[in-house]
């Protein structure tokens, strides 16, 4: 077993990338091989350490790893490769992707990537799309943080990052933040409430944070717009709200209040399911706290009134007077001592022509160009640049529409499609749609490091580095303020490489060489810490961190960046695209007798990041087989007990899975465990089981079930049924079936 | 409520001076100082059995 002491002297820091959170650990190395990865010495961040991060030599040393590029010699999708030259690989690629170009534009070019996984590509790939004229990049940030920051960016221009360590009140909107997932923001939590913060928690479930919490509000999935509306209410009709900033530093107050007056409490207990007087106890202990926030959540992301939702936590934080406040909300903006990603991405460079084609514009326009260059010129007066491109969500493509015009050809062909430690294919909405869609692709490039279903409909693949083999320095993608030092421990196998070089190599081909300059990652790191009059080697030589030390109420100096310079309660930009510029409750698809239970997806697992590690034993073990939670009345209704097999059907798919009985479940909901397949079956069921239990096939992308402003799938709280099976489902291995 | 805010976020400025003191590679007289308030004021943190893993 791992003990916590290192065995030999090379103090190497590393940012683990095994989930998003970006925790700096240590690595441990021996005879050039990463040996173990273990938790920091500093005692500030020695908790910052989950069981999926100290499995990483697991996942770094995997005899599975993709170590060499492979080429298609089969038809697509089955998985028939032959071992070729990096410099082959991408030579043929250039040429391939120039014949796509010329015969049907630039913007036939898709990129799918997730910065998250790749860490290191300093916005190489905007940079060279931009160069290319292509506006199409989707990414799972669509679903998750940077669909949230381009819509606090509406409101008040930046999107906060919660001070949840020095906060007197929390509140988890679904967010379930535990000891090995989340675990920074776990271990804040534990902090604020060590100091007396009040938690508030709004779950269907009785999450572990519901189970500790001082309020748990088990409202209906999918309500959480609607929640807020009934917070506001009592709020504004309460006079609970900071009258000074609001008469100071608003627009629309009044026009608000009308709004909301719409949604008397009683109205919201009856959509939400939560008792009238608990959920103005809830808005009460938020309003009247010393300081209080709304850290991010991945739930509100992912519903139907997902803009609204977002829009209204927003809202709430600046009613309250908690935006930019010591243990509240907090504006970062750049940091003054790293270029950012948002500059690098060259997003000037790509002609207004070209911007108009981002697929879904026409009709979600909210985290795509035609939105948010509506705040360029207000993002500039106030943070000095005009492209904010926060968690890398604010000028994204709809993924929807581009599986779709990679499908159908409209509203024109999308024909070479990147995807790049990014499992597209499990990672959206409508899994039938995108395969469809990769189907009728000429060219699909995948950059990973273990083979995935969605690299086995490549033509080519490309294998990734991992961060303890390459050198870093992780700035959060602009959401808050610091620096982190991640260092290369060991050099990558064989022909493995890193995104940052893949768009190199790609944009010297292509004949963009003056644009990217930079021929080494430590060369564009020097670059970006350019302010500091530091190279990367003088820099985490001295340092293995830096935080900015934070000022707050900046906006009194600057105004907001927004077109009024205030807090926009009324959006002039969704007023300006056509949408109601004031928040709003949309109810999402009714349950009906075919399919009676709220069906609820895209939920984390500790044991795995998305849809990666299924391949890793020493998590495997830990979470053998996927698994749905209901509630013991829904479960004895069907007749169903712990560990049985069943279907859950909706009408677009079925997701085959254990069933766990928990009186934790909130009755008539059905929790479905995200990006589950099955690596040991690659070469006996189609794509590694891609189809059996993936929550992505369950969830329509139909015009009724996505967000108005975003196109944003409704993941929480849609019809579905279960179906008992009488035998376990076959090909399964003894593991799954026992586990 | 001004003063406890203005108080609160002093505080906020020094103790991230202080902890950008305790991330230093090579720390010099004033970084230990900072190092060595990190530890009395948090503690050493203890080994966590639950993220040991079995060896290849």
Same mark, same amino acid.
């Given at each position: ?739 | 409520? %001004? ?5 609160? *976020?002093?505080?906020? +400025? $020094? ?5 950008? %003191? ?5 720390? *010099?007289?004033?970084? +230990? $100082? ?23």
């Amino acid at each position: 077993m791992a003990s916590a002491k290192p065995t030999n002297n090379k103090n190497t820091y590393s940012v683990c990338t095994i989930c998003d959170i970006g925790c700096q650990l240590r690595a441990e190395t021996e005879d050039g091989k990463l040996k173990r990865m273990i938790a920091h010495d500093n005692p500030a961040l020695a908790r910052n350490v989950c069981y999926k991060g100290t499995a990483a030599a697991h996942v770094h040393n995997h005899v599975d790893r993709l170590t060499r590029p492979l080429k298609r010699v089969g038809e697509r999708g089955e998985d028939k490769w032959e071992e070729i030259s990096y410099e082959q690989a991408m030579d043929e690629i250039a040429e391939r992707l120039k014949k796509v170009v010329d015969q049907y534009g630039p913007e036939s070019m898709a990129v799918s990537t997730s910065g998250w996984n790749t860490q290191t590509t300093h916005s190489m790939d905007r940079r060279f799309m931009n160069a290319l004229g292509t506006p199409n990049y989707i990414s799972g940030v669509s679903l998750c943080a940077g669909n949230t920051a381009a819509v606090n960016k509406m409101t008040y221009g930046w999107f906060p990052f919660a001070d949840i360590s020095n906060s007197k009140c929390i509140v988890l909107f679904g967010h379930n933040p535990r000891k090995h997932s989340w675990t920074p923001i776990f271990n804040m939590i534990n902090a604020a409430r060590a100091n007396g913060a009040k938690v508030i928690v709004l779950d269907p479930r009785v999450s572990d944070q519901a189970e500790v919490a001082d309020l748990h509000l088990s409202l209906r999935s999918g309500t959480d717009a609607a929640m807020c509306l009934g917070w506001l209410n009592v709020i504004i009709n309460e006079e609970l709200y900071d009258k000074d900033f609001v008469a100071e530093y608003t627009v629309g107050f009044d026009e608000l209040c009308e709004r909301v007056n719409d949604y008397p409490l009683e109205r919201v207990a009856e959509i939400t399911g939560v008792d009238a007087e608990l959920i103005a106890e809830s808005a009460r202990m938020y309003a009247t706290a010393e300081s209080a926030c709304i850290p991010w959540t991945p739930i509100t992301d992912m519903q139907i009134s997902s803009t609204s939702a977002i829009r209204l936590q927003s809202i709430l934080r600046a009613l309250t007077g908690n935006i930019d406040i010591p243990g509240g909300d907090v504006f970062g903006g750049f940091d003054p001592n790293y270029i950012p990603e948002s500059k690098l991405g060259n997003h000037e460079m790509l002609s207004a022509e070209q911007k108009a084609k981002q697929l879904g514009s026409d009709t979600h326009p909210a985290y795509t160009y035609r939105a948010q260059e509506m705040l360029s010129e207000h993002t500039e007066r106030v943070y000095g640049y005009a492209y904010a491109d926060i968690v890398m969500g604010c000028y994204m493509a709809n993924p929807s529409a581009t599986f779709r015009a990679m499908a159908t050809e409209k509203p024109y062909p999308v024909k070479a499609f990147f995807v790049l430690g990014n499992n597209a294919l499990m990672s959206y909405p409508n899994q039938h749609q995108i395969l469809k869609g990769m189907m009728n692709q000429d060219l699909i490039v995948a950059h990973e490091i273990f083979m995935t279903p969605t690299a086995m409909l490549a033509d080519y693949v490309l294998p990734g580095d991992v961060f303890s083999e390459r050198n870093h320095i992780s700035d959060y993608w602009n959401w808050k303020l610091g620096l982190t030092v991640s260092q290369k421990a060991v050099e990558p196998p064989a022909e493995a490489s890193s995104t940052f070089q893949f768009w190199h190599d790609l944009a010297h081909r292509m004949g963009f060489a003056d644009l990217f300059p930079w021929q080494t990652i430590e060369d564009i790191l020097d670059h970006r810490l350019s302010p500091t009059g530091k190279t990367f080697e003088q820099f985490s030589n001295e340092n293995y961190m830096y935080i900015q030390p934070p000022e707050y109420r900046k906006y009194r100096k600057t105004g907001f960046a927004t077109p009024s310079g205030k807090v926009e309660l009324k959006s002039s930009v969704l007023g300006e695209l056509g949408f109601d510029p004031l928040p709003y409750y949309r109810e999402g698809p009714a349950v009906s007798e075919d399919y009676p239970y709220y069906v609820f997806t895209g939920v984390r697992e500790d044991a795995f990041f998305q849809t990666g590690q299924r391949q890793v034993k020493v998590l495997r073990d830990r979470m053998p087989s996927p698994k749905l939670f209901m509630h013991p009345v829904d479960a004895e209704r069907q007749g169903i007990i712990d560990h049985d097999w069943v279907k859950l059907q909706t009408e677009t798919g079925e997701v085959t899975a254990k069933v766990l009985v928990q009186t934790s479940m909130k009755q008539g909901h059905i929790r479905v465990p995200h990006g589950w397949w099955y690596p040991e079956m690659r070469g006996e069921a189609k794509l590694a089981g891609a189809f059996i239990s993936s929550d992505a096939v369950l969830c329509p992308d139909d015009p009724e079930y996505l967000d108005y402003e975003q196109g944003i799938p409704h993941f929480k709280g849609f019809p579905g049924r279960i179906v008992k099976l009488n035998e376990p489902p076959a090909g399964m291995s003894e593991q799954v079936l026992a586990g | 409520m %001004r003063f406890k805010e203005w108080l609160g *976020g002093a505080k906020q +400025r $020094l103790m991230t001076n202080i902890a950008n %003191r305790t991330f230093k590679k090579n720390p *010099g007289l004033l970084d +230990r $100082l900072a190092i060595r308030f990190l530890r009395s004021s948090i503690g050493e943190v203890p080994h966590d059995p639950e993220l040991d893993h079995p060896e290849n």
